[in-house]
């Protein structure tokens, strides 16, 4: 891997087991793609899983399960670092010092923490994981200095918390330590909508297309899926602009030919939902075969997927303690007692 190639860090929570094309569109082609380019390190934040996770296999499963899937559709170890968060203790270690440069106000407008407020009671019932999540999330980040991170737009403010922290780090040591992180987000990608056609996409809401599942729940996701709510018969004019059905045309449907002309009778009520929906099926079918086959073949060699982690922690490990020794150095703590 050159250095002089420019560094990338993202992460992945594992919260369910599976990914969705929100997820794949806006975060993880991206993120792969980007490996071609840049220095990679990609992480699954398995600390950041305790959040809702205290289930012990589940939790391993869902590690796993994402672990397969980013495997299985191309990222490749040969040339990204790819471990699990708490396999590097530098996140959590500087996740303690960096609290010390963000106030308690501005975590309170985190909108993971708002959000949660919002639908439950009150403060008694959100854990303090969650309302530190963007800390540990601007440790993560920080620790490798990159220069940008490829996410979808839900994280871009805790991308922006991390650059707040990092210019206040910096300013008050009157040193450049932290180079300030760009958030790499699709303006076209960056929020998939769900097939309930009006949030994002996202696990939670029950809202999404799957990649890995059985077909038949995909088949189901998709014929689920939200339309033109205007359009009461096949033979009705209907929307193609913000219309889910199209939208994921667009993303997954490799014959464009097909796509225009669909759009083009749906336009003028000459096709109903469920041909335009079937046709969206075999398509995902053809863009999702060959990670699906490879998926199955890494599920027989996990001892191949825990190697390619132990590496990357390895690796990731090697940066992440210069970083942590330069912080500790740069702020005071740098001992004979904290070092090792
Ligand atoms: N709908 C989406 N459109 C574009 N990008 C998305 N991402 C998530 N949903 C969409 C991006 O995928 C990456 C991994 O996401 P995560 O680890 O934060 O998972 P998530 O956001 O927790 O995914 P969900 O489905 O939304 O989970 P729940 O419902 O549990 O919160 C990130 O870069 C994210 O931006």
Request: proline residues 4%; aromatic residues 8%; contains cysteine.
């Amino acid at each position: 891997m050159k250095e002089t190639k420019k560094r990338i860090l993202s992460g992945i929570t594992p919260s369910g087991n599976a990914l969705h094309i929100g997820n794949y569109f806006g975060a993880v082609k991206p993120q792969i793609e980007l490996q071609n380019t840049h220095q990679t390190y990609y992480f699954v934040a398995d600390l950041h899983a305790l959040t809702t996770i205290h289930d012990r296999e589940e939790l391993e499963r869902n590690i796993t399960g994402v672990v397969l899937d980013y495997l299985a559709l191309g990222l490749d170890s040969e040339k990204c670092v790819f471990f699990r968060q708490s396999t590097v203790p530098a996140h959590s270690q500087l996740a303690i010092v960096l609290a010390n440069y963000i106030s308690f106000g501005q975590m309170q407008r985190m909108h993971a923490f708002k959000d949660k407020l919002q639908k439950d009671t009150g403060v008694e019932s959100i854990n303090m994981g969650l309302f530190n999540y963007p800390l540990l999330m601007a440790a993560d980040i920080l620790l490798y200095k990159p220069f940008g991170v490829p996410v979808g737009d839900d994280q871009r403010q805790h991308v922006e918390l991390a650059r707040d922290i990092a210019e206040k780090f910096n300013k008050t040591y009157d040193q450049e330590v932290f180079p300030l992180p760009e958030p790499l987000i699709s303006e076209t990608v960056g929020r998939i909508v769900g097939t309930d056609g009006k949030r994002k996409m996202s696990k939670s809401l029950n809202n999404i297309i799957g990649i890995f599942e059985d077909e038949t729940v995909i088949k189901k996701q998709i014929m689920d899926c939200f339309t033109d709510p205007n359009r009461q018969r096949a033979t009705d004019p209907g929307k193609v602009e913000g219309n889910p059905i199209f939208i994921y045309h667009d993303l997954i449907n490799d014959n464009h030919k097909e796509v225009a002309e669909l759009k083009a009778r749906y336009l003028q009520g000459k096709v109903g939902d469920v041909e335009v929906k079937e046709k969206l099926f075999l398509a995902h079918q053809r863009l999702f075969a060959s990670a699906r086959t490879r998926r199955q073949e890494l599920v027989q060699n996990l001892t191949v997927v825990k190697k390619i982690l132990a590496e990357g922690a390895e690796q990731a490990c090697r940066l992440a303690k210069q970083t942590l020794a330069e912080v500790y150095q740069v702020i005071g703590e740098d001992n004979q007692l904290n070092k090792n």
